[in-house]
């Protein structure tokens, strides 16, 4: 038996040595793969922009479609309320379907991050991606607490991972060697 597998068996990409154990096999990436703070703040940024974007984007055209039917009233309406709703679901849905379907956002893609679960290094699933995104909305609501949710992530040990990952057993990691 070889003492290394090789990286695509294993769940982060890295060679691990298999045996001997030294002690209790760890449970999760090694510190290499970890996606580091900067990336990660970034990545958010990046992510505000875009959602911003798309925000200002719908908002004009339901605005320029109420003013361009201002003898309909009822047609200025029904613009404002789906458009208005299409905002909504989309600042609800882009990070945990993200999360869920591909492991990163669009900010998080173009840092070379990417979420994955602490236990296997997988897509998050479901539950575990919209439980990530609703602990931090929650958290950003309670005074200091969404600044407190964000630092965690330069003391913690030995994963690097913010609160809301925690409450997700999730961790970032890097997709560039």
């Excluded at 679901?89 to 999360?99: A, D, G």
């Excluded at 929650?138 to 964000?150: I, K, Q, R, S, Y």
Aim: aromatic content about 12%; proline content about 8%.
């Amino acid at each position: 038996m070889s003492m290394y597998q090789s990286p695509q068996q294993q769940p982060y990409g890295y060679w691990q040595p298999t045996y001997p154990p030294a002690g209790p096999a760890p449970v999760g990436p090694p510190p290499g793969a970890l996606g580091n703070q900067g990336a990660r703040l970034a990545a958010r940024f990046l992510d505000g922009v875009f959602m911003l974007l798309a925000l200002l984007l719908v908002a004009g055209l339901v605005v320029l479609i109420q003013n361009l039917t201002v003898d309909n009233d009822s047609i200025g309406m029904v613009a404002g309320v789906i458009g208005y709703s299409a905002i909504g679901v989309v600042l609800l849905c882009y990070e945990p379907v993200m999360h869920w379907k591909s492991g990163a956002t669009y900010g998080k893609r173009i840092c070379g991050l990417r979420v994955a679960r602490l236990d296997d290094g997988r897509h998050l699933s479901f539950g575990r991606a919209w439980l990530r995104w609703f602990t931090s909305f929650l958290m950003g609501f309670v005074p200091f607490l969404g600044l407190v949710d964000v630092l965690w992530c330069l003391w913690d040990k030995p994963f690097q991972q913010c609160l809301h990952d925690k409450a997700a057993n999730s961790v970032v990691l890097t997709t560039r060697p």
